[in-house]
């Protein structure tokens, strides 16, 4: 659907350089994009950066909310240089047959090495359960390790990684339908801390460790968006050393945007 004439999909967003992967073992089945802000001689003069609540209405407030950290109107926004946060390589694949699914854009950044991800779903009745957990989880995490290594930088991953942590990521956690639900089951968890255990970390768990009421899945058959009865499917994994004072790049907080509909 990409190149369709009459979506015109791609050019939507001005000031932005933008990369797409999309499967070509099953049209329109899955896919990643990613928009880079342009920076440098492409950027517009006297133009500031735009704060991003600029882009969405007055967020609700849930159960536990974590207030965006925001600049005071009176600041200036921080200067930024334009090399650190323009891409020099963008990778589209992880070498694996699953490629041919569209699930990955990875960019390498003076800074690190971020990969915009679709973790694939384990399935209605779980059919790709085991292929999620024994092969895909074991080769993405071998892929950012070895990024890792050969950069000597850290690495990130985003994205809809379809799993539910832990209890506060799952409004009816401890349902007895949840042990058959993709993104729920015990084996998708493990697997899932088996990750965070070889080195990395959850950046909004880590700095939001007891807030409830935060996702980013809600059905829409059972209605579920307006009484937030929801999970948190999507996240941003971060190598450590990301939080330290003395990063190129500092995680400050990392936090979801109620009011942004399309889930």
């Given amino acids: 659907h990409l190149d369709d004439p009459k979506l015109k999909l791609r050019d939507q967003v001005e000031g ?29 003069a006297g ?5 991003i609540s600029s882009f969405f209405g007055k967020q609700s407030k849930v159960k536990g909310d974590v207030p965006a950290t925001k600049a005071k109107p009176d600041e200036e926004p921080a200067e930024i240089d334009p090399e650190l946060v323009t891409p020099t390589n963008v990778f589209f694949e992880i070498g694996k047959p699953i490629d041919n699914e569209g699930r990955t854009i990875t960019l390498e950044y003076p800074f690190a090495t971020i990969t915009n991800v679709y973790v694939p ?23 950012n390790q070895q ?7 850290p690495v990130i ?10 209890a506060y ?12 639900q993709a993104g729920v089951t015990e084996q998708e968890r493990v697997s899932f ?3 965070l255990d070889a080195g990395y970390i959850d950046a909004f768990r880590k700095l939001h460790p007891e807030a409830k009421g935060h996702y980013s899945y809600w059905s829409m058959r059972a209605g579920n968006r307006e009484p937030n009865k929801g999970l948190r499917l999507d996240y941003f994994i971060c190598s450590p050393e990301l939080f ?10 990392s936090y979801m945007v109620p009011s942004c509909m399309g889930s």
Avoid: M, P
């Fill in 47 to 51: 133009q500031k950066q735009t704060d």
């Fill in 157 to 166: 991953w985003l994205g809809d990684l379809n799993i539910a942590h832990k």
């Fill in 169 to 180: 990521d799952v409004w009816n956690d401890g349902a007895k339908h949840l042990a058959k």
């Fill in 193 to 195: 801390q088996e990750q």
């Fill in 244 to 253: 330290s004072e003395d990063s190129k790049a500092i995680v400050r907080d």
């Fill in 147 to 153: 990024k890792e290594k050969e950069r000597g930088l």
């Fill in 121 to 143: 779903n384990s399935g209605q009745v779980l059919e790709r359960l085991d292929y999620r957990t024994k092969e895909w989880d074991k080769d993405f995490l071998a892929f």
């Fill in 16 to 44: 932005y350089d933008e990369y797409w992967s999309c499967s070509t073992a099953k049209k329109g089945y899955s896919g990643t994009a990613v928009f880079v802000k342009q920076r440098g001689s492409k950027k517009k």
